[in-house]
């Protein structure tokens, strides 16, 4: 090992450190309380149950509950996937070029991705509010109707959706920010030259250019809407009703709420297990397109 290698080694270590402490560790941990019945209030009565978690886990997934919650997961993946990628890809589109008036728009869309979704979602709250929030004062200087945002199971999860694009987008722009700047300029100019208008310069050049980063921003987007949790949390636990819950709030009511923490860790890695094939399946499209 050379001198530069072992300083190499050296300057790596801590954030090696950190990650194994708080994302390994934990993750080799949760498959481990999964195979237990264990109780946070009652360590002296946790035993171990092998795979039963995960064989209750089946039997439950007869139930319509458990129906409901996975298609209300379906419903906010999707629409983030989807509304995510096409909003950062739009606003990207008309900001990218490099003067004052797109520096300001960008850092005024990325500000709400790096805000505590805690403090958003707190005035994202009194922003919905059914009583004097804006929204419901905007709609009704329109003539709208009044809308209980966050207390009718028609509109819950659209609103969490909303306040989702909102505080994730400027993740999705700035990906496709430093994509625009690899498209080759080259071929746009000769695509405008052969007469094509700026939609299809668009569609036949620029977007295939950007292909890798699309697939990368809607790998990151599914991985982020399977994992959400805080604005559920936050915004509706999982209300009214189960209109707003999901697959991640499940495993926080499973092992805080129900104190059933080995079933929430089963939960917690069948999360993962879904969330690493869907990547993983995403990826293998990925390289498919570029062959």
Do not use: C
Not at 173 to 191: D, N
Not at 194 to 223: C, K, M, S, Y
């Amino acid at each position: 090992m050379t001198r530069d290698s072992r300083w190499a080694y050296l300057f790596i270590a801590p954030a090696v450190a950190v990650f194994a402490v708080f994302t390994i560790l934990p993750s080799i941990a949760t498959f481990g309380i999964s195979l237990f019945d264990w109780n946070w209030l009652n360590m002296s009565r946790s035993e171990m149950v092998g795979a039963q978690n995960y064989l209750d886990m089946i039997k439950g997934a007869t139930t319509p509950s458990f129906w409901s919650t996975l298609a209300t997961t379906a419903v906010f993946v999707i629409s983030m996937v989807a509304g995510g990628t096409a909003l950062g890809l739009a606003i990207a589109m008309l900001l990218r070029k490099s003067n004052r008036i797109s520096m300001f728009g960008r850092s005024a869309v990325f500000l709400a991705f790096v805000t505590p979704q805690v403090a958003t979602s707190i005035a994202w709250i009194w922003m919905y509010n059914d009583r004097f929030g804006v929204l419901n004062a905007l709609l009704q200087s329109l003539n709208g109707p009044r809308i209980d945002w966050l207390g009718d199971p028609a509109f819950a999860m659209p609103a969490i959706v909303i306040y989702s694009l909102w505080h994730g987008t400027g993740f999705t722009m700035m990906i496709f920010i430093g994509g625009l700047t690899s498209v080759s300029k080259e071929l746009g100019e000769a695509a405008r030259v052969d007469g094509a208008n700026r939609w299809q310069e668009f569609w036949h050049v620029t977007l295939p250019e950007l292909r890798p980063f699309v697939i990368f921003a809607v790998v990151i987007a599914t991985i982020n809407a399977l994992q959400a949790f805080t604005q559920f949390f936050v915004m509706t636990s999982g209300g009214p009703g189960h209109s707003t819950s999901t697959l991640g709030l499940q495993v926080y009511q499973q092992a805080f709420v129900s104190h059933h923490a080995g079933y929430a860790a089963a939960l917690a890695v069948v999360l993962f297990a879904i969330t690493a094939v869907m990547a993983f399946a995403q990826q293998r499209f990925s390289r498919r397109l570029e062959q």
